[in-house]
């Protein structure tokens, strides 16, 4: 049987020696989502969260093996599946370094 939301957030609370921050963000997260009544892990659920407008979406716990595969991208606060975007809209420095046109002038 699963642990309950309050004993998921007892558990990660107290195996928090090392890394008390990133304890109280997953803390936070199970209390938030966590269903012990659905399917999969605490982990597998927090991945799952669609709330982009919470300050912990971008650092929420992920699966390790399905954080390697994601097939989204954030793109304001919406969660876009990568096969939507073009190759070029793909890359890193397209999205967080827009090139100086769109910034309305040169780089000097």
């Not at 892990?41 to 799952?48: A, F, I, K, L, Y």
């Not at 716990?61 to 096969?83: F, M, Q, W, Y």
Request: aromatic share 6%; net charge negative; with cysteine.
């Amino acid at each position: 049987m699963k642990k309950t939301k309050s004993q998921a957030v007892e558990s990660i609370l107290n195996k928090a020696s090392k890394n008390e921050l990133r304890a109280r963000i997953n803390a936070h997260c199970v209390s938030c989502i966590y269903d012990e009544f659905a399917d999969g892990t605490w982990r597998q659920q927090v991945e799952q969260c669609s709330v982009a407008s919470c300050p912990f979406f971008d650092v929420r716990v992920k699966c390790r093996s399905t954080a390697a595969k994601s097939t989204t991208l954030e793109l304001d606060g919406v969660l876009v599946p990568l096969e939507d975007l073009t190759p070029e809209m793909q890359r890193s420095d397209y999205i967080s370094k827009p090139n100086s046109e769109d910034r309305g002038g040169s780089d000097e």
